[in-house]
């Protein structure tokens, strides 16, 4: 049986169907050449990441193709309830990239905090001549610990991701309308463990008190963060997008930034992947990645491997 890994996937994921039988492909096919490959190649699974759709058409189009798999959390990208519907295997590895998204999220805090975006773009044109004058810019930074982190969405990513905070002493207070509290387990070096219980609360309480907001939530047909939340917020409050593009309005971020009520924002997702906005791409005031919140060789490491063996069960 044949793979079709139209996205990529991580040698170690490669290695393991390999091992289970599987003859794997890695070619990039485009879009509109994808039902013809699936069909002339007799493709049994197919894997994809964001770049990828498989929707209605393609599932119809490809009786021989018995599963489609998702290298991450989101499926929008899938229509899921339709290929089950059709007798399908949909299959994703939601709990895989859940810390390196955690950690990028705070990486952008960090550089918020201490104005690192800024810094690394000046430093290389001024430092030489203007050393002084960066240093005075640059110089009200701010620390993490004892700030609060509120989290929209608490689910794996959201929880790994107040798992962070709380190591780096910040208080969490977090909104999930599917769940009323969860137990966090920190594990360290020495193999000590610490539990805390976060309990969630109102989205308008969280949005009232944060010093910092991150958002960990699916696609939604509304702006989960739009002017009106931004008015409820502290002023001077930074908030981070690693989630989706569309669940923040870019247009209201921007103006807040502009009237000083959000000091500075980071976003690894775009409403308009991947051509973002120019006015996002110059702000100053924005930290900016290219949708790498799983981005790591470990956790493609863990989506490569899970997926092979979820595929292996299935099918074997």
Same mark, same amino acid.
């Given at each position: 049986?044949?793979? *079709?890994?139209?996205?990529?996937?991580?040698?170690?994921?490669?290695?393991?169907?390999?091992?289970?039988?599987?003859?794997?492909?890695?070619?990039?096919?485009?879009?509109?050449? *994808?039902?013809?490959?699936?069909?002339?190649?007799?493709?049994?699974?197919?894997?994809?990441?964001?770049?990828?759709?498989?929707?209605?058409?393609?599932?119809?189009?490809?009786?021989?193709?018995?599963?489609?798999?998702?290298?991450?959390?989101?499926?929008?990208?899938?229509?899921?309830?339709?290929?089950?519907?059709?007798?399908?295997?949909?299959?994703?590895?939601?709990?895989?990239?859940?810390?390196?998204?955690?950690?990028?999220?705070?990486?952008? +805090?960090?550089?918020?905090?201490?104005?690192?975006?800024?810094?690394?773009?000046?430093?290389?044109?001024?430092?030489?001549?203007?050393?002084?004058?960066? !240093?005075?810019?640059?110089? !009200?930074?701010?620390?993490?610990?004892?700030?609060?982190?509120?989290?929209?969405?608490?689910?794996?990513?959201?929880?790994?991701?107040?798992?962070?905070?709380?190591?780096?002493?910040?208080?969490?207070?977090?909104?999930?309308?599917?769940?009323?509290?969860?137990?966090?387990?920190?594990?360290?070096?020495?193999?000590?463990?610490?539990?805390?219980?976060?309990?969630?609360?109102? !989205?308008?309480?969280?949005?009232?008190?944060?010093?910092?907001?991150?958002?960990?939530?699916?696609?939604?047909?509304?702006?989960?963060?739009?002017?009106?939340?931004?008015?409820?917020?502290?002023?001077?409050?930074?908030?981070?997008?690693?989630?989706?593009?569309?669940?923040?309005?870019?247009?209201?971020?921007?103006?807040?930034?502009?009237?000083?009520?959000?000091?500075?924002?980071?976003?690894?997702?775009?409403?308009?992947?991947?051509?973002?906005?120019?006015? *996002? +791409?110059?702000?100053?005031?924005?930290?900016?990645?290219?949708?790498?919140?799983?981005?790591?060789?470990?956790?493609?490491?863990?989506?490569?491997?899970?997926?092979?063996?979820?595929?292996?069960?299935?099918?074997?």
């Amino acid at each position: 049986m044949k793979v *079709l890994a139209n996205d990529g996937i991580s040698q170690s994921g490669i290695d393991a169907l390999e091992k289970g039988g599987f003859e794997v492909i890695t070619t990039t096919v485009a879009q509109e050449q *994808l039902i013809n490959y699936i069909n002339e190649k007799d493709i049994t699974v197919l894997l994809v990441r964001s770049a990828t759709t498989v929707r209605k058409d393609l599932i119809d189009a490809c009786p021989n193709l018995k599963i489609i798999g998702r290298g991450g959390v989101g499926m929008d990208n899938i229509d899921v309830e339709y290929a089950r519907e059709q007798g399908r295997s949909v299959i994703n590895t939601p709990a895989a990239s859940s810390h390196s998204v955690a950690e990028l999220v705070f990486g952008h +805090l960090f550089g918020l905090a201490r104005f690192l975006h800024n810094s690394n773009r000046e430093m290389p044109l001024e430092g030489d001549s203007n050393f002084k004058g960066l !240093k005075k810019a640059y110089a !009200k930074g701010t620390e993490l610990k004892g700030k609060t982190l509120g989290v929209l969405g608490f689910g794996r990513i959201g929880q790994a991701t107040a798992k962070v905070a709380i190591g780096a002493g910040m208080k969490v207070v977090a909104f999930d309308p599917f769940i009323d509290e969860a137990n966090l387990q920190l594990d360290f070096f020495d193999g000590q463990k610490l539990n805390f219980n976060i309990k969630t609360i109102s !989205k308008e309480d969280v949005l009232k008190q944060v010093d910092f907001l991150t958002l960990h939530v699916p696609a939604q047909d509304k702006y989960v963060i739009g002017k009106p939340e931004l008015d409820i917020m502290k002023d001077g409050a930074i908030l981070v997008n690693a989630a989706r593009g569309g669940v923040v309005d870019e247009v209201a971020l921007v103006e807040a930034i502009s009237s000083g009520k959000i000091a500075r924002a980071a976003l690894d997702v775009f409403e308009k992947e991947p051509k973002p906005e120019m006015q *996002l +791409l110059m702000n100053p005031a924005l930290s900016l990645t290219p949708h790498t919140g799983a981005a790591t060789n470990e956790a493609q490491d863990r989506i490569g491997t899970e997926l092979a063996e979820q595929i292996i069960s299935i099918l074997k």
